[in-house]
């Protein structure tokens, strides 16, 4: 971004703001007493509010139909002036209007031409924020839109004042801010003509695009649908449970880009209107659209085995789960959150065939096997630890979690872009060999093997005949979430000592409970997810762990 391209897009948003002030001054002067003036033009207080009303309906309902004739025709300071022109010259107007049917239709005019104006001078004002941070824009526009609404209605408060409630007279003085409005509106698009004429002066001389992030209007609530059967049996002591559980996700929100990602194509981006060269000229550039077109699948076989206080004084809880959970998007943009290096999801590859990502849900797990046991250790009844006397030998428990889990999905993303479909950072190559996945080797982080040539196992499809972008390439075959990271493997352990104290009556007073706790007892190092850009840093090297290192604790509670 250059200095010069900041300052015209600053001296655009100042005229702009300017040209609003007064407008603001003349409209929101007349709308402060527009209702007590027709009152005293014998209008009801119904016709007042229905007045109001239809104005208000009038002026949000012909915005839209503004908005799409400014993007077909690129004729923004035609629209402008009009609505302009509409909007300042019926407030003086109400000065002639001797009964309230043509004040009515004069305010209810002013709405129209504020209407018409209001959606191509937020375009062009678009622009501006590209340079300047709309957020800067906005808050000048803001200011001095303000501004003048505050001035309007004191000036005519002043007016009424001194002429004894003379509202003719007060619409009349409005007539200067109104013709002072359209002046400075007739300089403002002398010097900034077209939207074209605010990107000359950006690098590349670029027409800046409107993105939008919208909700889809067809916007329903999803629901899950769960089916289940399942067996239970006792095998004495133990029970044991068996069940298939699956669920189907429906009406899912997902983000859709139907209108490509930046720099699309016209092929990816109908809502983009181009030249004969392929270049934008105006339109939506990307366009995020939230709808509830996704859908997931799950399907599990799902294990228990439990027993609680058996003979021997142990109590345990194992499971197993065979699972698969498929999906086109496992969360919208944002949901999940990857590490460094690492992508876990982006929107689809191809924006306009969304369905095409079907697969694995990022966050699926195939195997997932769990014990937890609690084991009374009767120290007491070892012959040579009696000695020790009953309040050192009883009391102690051994408690273990063991949890195994393979690893879960990722893609691996080419990290260029491809095709014509833009710059979404979703593309994805074709797999030409297999990798042998392992954290096994000497070098254990290099999970695909062939370290700084782990590249070689795909091909990045660009230069390719009948294919489209700057790249000329086509969308890559590899799926979404095609392999597997490495598994999850942990140990805790715990001893606990509870130590009775006291009497109070014929129970204790309370307990000392002693523990020693051993987290990731074995210092198993898990490995995360590898780097899966193709041409980002360390592909195929994984740089960060999946749980923590060993850590031991000790602690004191005291029960009473």
Partial sequence: MTGASKASALRFVLAVGVVNLFADFAYEGARSVTGAFLGVLGASATIVGVTAGAGEAIGYAVRSLSGVIADRTQRYWIEIAVGYAINMLCVPALALAGAWPLAAGLIIG??????????????????????????????????????????????????????????????AALLIPALLTLALLAVAATQFRTRANLAASTPGHEVQLFTAAVIDRNFRNGYIGTFTAGIDHDFGRVKFSAAYVGTAGVRLARVDSPN?????????????????????????????????AAHSTYHSLQTSATENYSRIGLSFQASYTFSKSIDDTSAVPGGIAGTPGV?????????????????????????????????????????????????????????????????????????????GAGAGGTDRPDLIAMPDFSTSRTTREDYFGRGADNSSFFLIPTNVPGGTGPNQGRFGTLGRDTFRGPGFHNFDMAMIKDTPFGKRGNREL???????????????????????????????????????????????????
């Fill in 110 to 171: 002013e709405r129209l031409g504020r209407g018409i104006r209001k959606p191509p001078m937020a375009a062009m004002l678009a622009s501006a924020g590209k340079e300047l941070g709309s957020g800067k824009v906005f808050g000048i526009n803001e200011a001095l839109d303000q501004t003048g609404a505050t001035l309007g209605p004191i000036l005519v408060a002043i007016v009424l004042a001194r002429t004894g409630g003379d509202f003719h007279g007060a619409f």
């Fill in 260 to 292: 490509g990602y930046g720099g699309a194509d016209p092929a990816f981006a109908p809502f983009t209107q181009f030249n004969a060269m392929g270049r934008a000229i105006g339109g939506f550039g990307p366009v995020m659209v939230m709808n509830t």
């Fill in 343 to 419: 992508t876990l999801q982006t929107l689809p590859q191809n924006p306009l065939d969304p369905a095409a990502d079907k697969g694995p849900s990022t966050f699926d797990v195939t195997h997932v096997f769990a014990v937890s046991m609690i084991q009374t250790l009767p120290f007491d009844r070892v012959g040579f630890l009696q000695p020790l006397g009953s309040r050192v030998t009883k009391g102690w428990q051994f408690l273990n979690i063991t949890t195994f889990t393979t690893g879960p999905p990722f893609t691996v993303y080419s990290g260029i872009q491809q095709t």
């Fill in 510 to 560: 309370g307990v000392l409970e002693f523990r020693a706790e051993f987290f990731n007892v074995f210092n198993i190092v898990n490995f995360g997810l590898p780097s899966n850009t193709v041409r980002g840093s360390g592909f195929g090297i994984i740089s960060h762990t999946a749980g923590s290192s060993r850590q031991i604790q000790f602690s004191l509670k005291l029960i009473y």
